[in-house]
């Protein structure tokens, strides 16, 4: 039996569209038949190849691994799942045994493997989700946004290690998981909370989702306007989702002396960091996040999706057929959209 699956060939940009054999699931997998699969940055630097992707990623891969899907098939030792359950995948798949994992802290686990990333993924018409990562999707949960869990996720996971009531937050950032953390911001009972992006249409697409302040890096001073709009104390809470070197200094800058700043965008390498007027001397404390909480994320994730006071469907600006990827991984370049979903 074969599957239509996108993979990644060769150490070039780009990707090819092909027949597989459709996986064989192990004792504690699940055959998840995909319904609906999420573009990621790192599946656009798979794509694109760059030293991310050729530094961490055996070829071929199947790639893909923010998805939601159906239970086709489940392994003889899976006890929590059956055929017919709607799932969405935690794409870290902790190893069990390690100090982490026994003590409650999957998600760093030592010897993490990342669906899509060092296995095949699910950019696919079938894949193989290990019980260990598997979330039952509440029934008024559609793929599309089962898909959107996982990054959603990292939002809520953000906005966690910090009290957002009553403070001023600003979130570097709006692509999806900006978004995501801001409108968990509004909704924990910020005072305000700033988005600050360079791309308009990010902006905009904040702003719909109820983000009260957007700053525009290329066009403002963002220092200065936190600087004017708090009148020179800072902000309380600062998260950086951009990855972006330069962002960084700048980004504690608008922190507050005894504020929080918590750091989650993906540097590429060493940063030069004013450590000792933007942490040590404003006693800031740094957190640093990733993935996550399995599985406390998750119910706080779905507990805000079922609670009807956030729309998150929105985020979703584009979707495509899976033979599509060309032109869908053309848009995800452009750092301008919203979330990007292959309807499979
Ligand atoms: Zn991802
Ligand atoms: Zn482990």
């Known amino acids: 039996m074969e599957m239509k699956a996108l993979i990644k060939e060769k150490p070039v940009q780009g990707a090819t569209f092909q027949n597989r054999p459709i996986p064989q699931i192990g ?26 992707a050729a530094s961490r990623i055996k070829l071929p891969l199947l790639f893909g691994h923010e998805y939601s899907g159906e239970v086709m098939e489940v392994g003889k030792n899976v006890t929590n799942f059956k055929r017919g359950d709607r799932v969405a995948a935690e ?38 989700l290990p019980e260990v990562c598997a979330w039952k999707l509440d029934a008024s949960i559609t793929y599309d946004i089962g898909a959107t ?68 890096a290329k066009e403002v001073n ?32 608008t922190l507050r002396r005894g504020g929080e700043i918590v750091l989650v965008g993906l540097f590429s390498g060493p940063v030069e960091w004013d450590v000792v007027n933007n942490v040590i001397y404003k006693e800031a404390k740094v957190y640093g996040v990733t993935g996550r909480i ?16 956030m729309d998150v469907r929105p985020v979703i600006t584009h979707r495509f057929g899976l033979k599509d990827y060309d032109q869908a991984f053309q848009m995800a370049q452009s750092a301008s959209t919203g979330k990007i979903v292959f309807e499979i």
């Open 294 to 309: 399995m599985w406390e994320t998750w119910w706080s994730a779905q507990s805000m999706l079922l609670s009807g006071k």
């Open 27 to 52: 004792e504690n997998d699940l055959l998840v038949r995909v319904r609906a699969a999420a573009i990621c940055g790192t599946d656009i630097h798979i794509y694109q190849w760059n030293e991310y």
């Open 149 to 216: 869990m996982e990054p959603f996720g990292i939002g809520v996971h953000a906005m966690s290690k910090t009290k957002p009531a009553g403070k001023k937050v600003i979130i570097f950032g709006c692509g999806p998981i900006g978004i995501y953390a801001q409108m968990v911001a509004k909704l924990s009972g910020a005072e305000y909370v700033i988005g600050v992006d360079v791309s308009q249409e990010r902006l905009d697409l904040a702003r719909n989702m109820g983000t009260d302040i957007l700053l525009n």
């Open 222 to 253: 963002v220092v200065d306007e936190v600087n004017k709009m708090t009148k020179g104390l800072g902000v309380d809470i600062v998260v950086e989702l951009t990855g972006n070197k330069n962002v960084l200094n700048d980004a504690t800058k």
């Open 91 to 128: 794409t870290h798949v902790p190893c069990g045994r390690c100090f982490q994992c026994t003590t409650g802290l999957q998600h760093i686990c030592q010897d993490m493997k990342i669906l899509g990333v060092h296995r095949d993924g699910a950019f696919s018409e079938y894949t193989i």
